[in-house]
Structures are given as C-alpha cells and as structure tokens.
C-alpha cells in the first residue's frame, strides 16, 4: 500500500515554504531591496521555520498511526541507525562545505584563475573514491569502527588544514586540505553504509537506505543555502 500522505508531509509541505522564502528574498535583494525591512525578513525567515516545523511535526504524528510508514519511527530507536544517519548529515556538510567556500577563497582571497580554485577542488574528489576502495578492504580485515576513525582523523586534519589557511601558504595548502578531507570523507561514508544496511531488518532496508541518503542531501542544501 502506497502511502501518500506521508509523501506529501516529508517531501511536498517542507518545498513550499522552502521555495517561497527562496524567491521572496531573490527579489528583496536582487530587484527591491528597500522592499523588506530587516525585521520583515526576521518574521519571513521565522514563517518559514514554523511552517517547516509543522509539516515535520504532522508528517511524525502521522507516521506513528498509519499501519505501513513510509519512515518507520522504530528505525531511530536503534543506536547504529541513529549514528549513520547523523553522520551522513557530518559528511554532507564536510563536502558541501569545501565545494562552497574553497573555490571562492582562492579566487576571492587569492586572486587565482578559475581553473585554479577547480583543480584546487578536485583534490577532494580524487581522494573521495580512493579512500573508498581501501575503505572496503579494511574493513574486511579489521572492522566498521576502525575505518570510520581512519576516516574521522582523515576529516579533522583536513579541517583543521582548512581553519588555518592563509595567503602566504597559497593553493598547494588548500589542494592538500581538500585532498584530506575527501579520503576522510570516503572512510566515513562507506562503514556507515553498510552498517545502516546490516543493523536494519530486512524489511526497512531500502527505506533505511533512502533515509540515510536523504540526510546527506539535506545538508548539501542547508550548506549551499
């Protein structure tokens, strides 16, 4: 049985406001900007928030009643679900983060070419599969936590890179923090992966699945936002 109410509270009611606040502040900025005062946009931004709140809040009263959930609530109850998804809202982060702001200091700050800040850039997804492949390996000979440490150490010492970046030490500096951050990135991702689809029943695999990535994406939008 499909359920489309719960499709419509996940997906649909959470754009609407999204979308709205998106295009009004568009044209208060690019077309008007005497349009709204700095308190209006307060009170818009906090209309956006209630509104998503609520769908949010619907969309888990919802599920807790219909008979086949298309987000089952008992999923958050186990601990290794719970972990893999809130690290997928890390990860998300992690590389939305550095695809947003490394290319714009290199040229914005030091003054580089485009093709810099995207060779700079790239650094990250070299790293990213590199660092997934022996991921797979490793965790055959060793085991789901000891890959994602490796990958969370790979993570704070790019970031740390990335915290003190400087003119004077230039685009190798930002290439090798990106570098870094990619191999903690594919460390990460996979163990958690597979541990989500291990501790998950057979049943709510998929949907287990779909959850995880959807976390990913949101912080990819929360970021870029």
């Avoid at 946009?41 to 919802?62: C, E």
Wanted: proline residues 6%.
């Amino acid at each position: 049985q499909c359920d489309w109410s719960s499709d419509v509270c996940s997906s649909d009611l959470p754009v609407i406001p999204v979308a709205s606040a998106g295009a009004g502040a568009r044209y208060a900025i690019e077309i008007n900007p005497r349009l709204l005062s700095k308190g209006q946009r307060y009170l818009s931004l906090q209309a956006v928030n209630v509104g998503a709140n609520t769908a949010g809040a619907i969309f888990a009263w919802h599920e807790r009643r219909t008979p086949e959930p298309l987000l089952p609530v008992s999923l958050w109850s186990n601990p290794v679900i719970r972990t893999c998804n809130l690290g997928s809202l890390a990860i998300g982060a992690s590389s939305m983060g550095v695809t947003v702001y490394l290319p714009t200091y290199i040229q914005g700050v030091l003054g580089q070419s485009a093709y810099a800040a995207g060779v700079s850039l790239s650094f990250m997804s070299i790293g990213w599969p590199v660092a997934s492949a022996v991921a797979g390996r490793m965790m055959i000979r060793t085991s789901y936590r000891q890959t994602a440490i490796m990958g969370g150490f790979f993570l704070m010492v790019g970031a740390m890179m990335l915290a003190f970046i400087d003119p004077a030490r230039g685009v190798p500096w930002g290439s090798v923090a990106a570098f870094l951050v990619g191999c903690g990135l594919g460390f990460v991702n996979s163990p958690f992966m597979v541990a989500l689809q291990d501790a998950a029943p057979w049943n709510v695999r998929g949907v287990a699945t779909d959850r995880k990535s959807t976390r990913l994406n949101s912080s990819h939008t929360d970021i870029s936002r």
